[in-house]
């Protein structure tokens, strides 16, 4: 089991940006991929940006060209840069990680996007 530490989310003004972290307990080159996902009030929870083992990224289309997810093996730690911010992205974020059929969640980290 993947342990998995959100951080980063805060009160933001529209057009603004935030760094969220997602510090994972096991190296993160042992782990099949590492995504972040969102949910806001009253929706279901939707997968934001994913990172493969290999690199490889995906975003979702409301989020394509603004956010970017990257990762630092060395401090087992992904991130997910969010620029141009806009109220619609207001909701809890969460990271997940990948293990072969085993996918754990972190306790997520709100984002509010508000003038």
């Known amino acids: 089991q993947v342990q998995l530490v959100e951080s980063g989310g805060d009160l933001v003004q529209p057009g603004g940006s935030l760094r969220l972290s997602c510090a994972a307990s096991?190296?993160?080159?042992?782990?099949?991929?590492m995504n972040w996902y969102r949910q806001a009030p009253g929706k279901q929870r939707e997968l934001v940006a994913a990172?493969?083992?290999?690199?490889?990224?995906n975003y979702a289309d409301s989020v394509k060209g603004r956010f970017t997810i990257s990762r630092d093996s060395a401090k087992n730690t992904i991130y997910l840069q969010m620029n141009s911010l806009k109220p619609e992205d207001t909701a809890v974020y969460y990271c997940?990680?990948?293990?072969?059929?085993?996918?754990?969640w972190g306790q997520g980290t709100q984002v509010t996007v508000s003038s």
């Open positions: 990172i493969s083992n290999g690199g490889r990224t």
């Open positions: 997940n990680a990948v293990v072969g059929r085993n996918t754990d």
């Open positions: 096991h190296m993160i080159f042992s782990i099949n991929s």
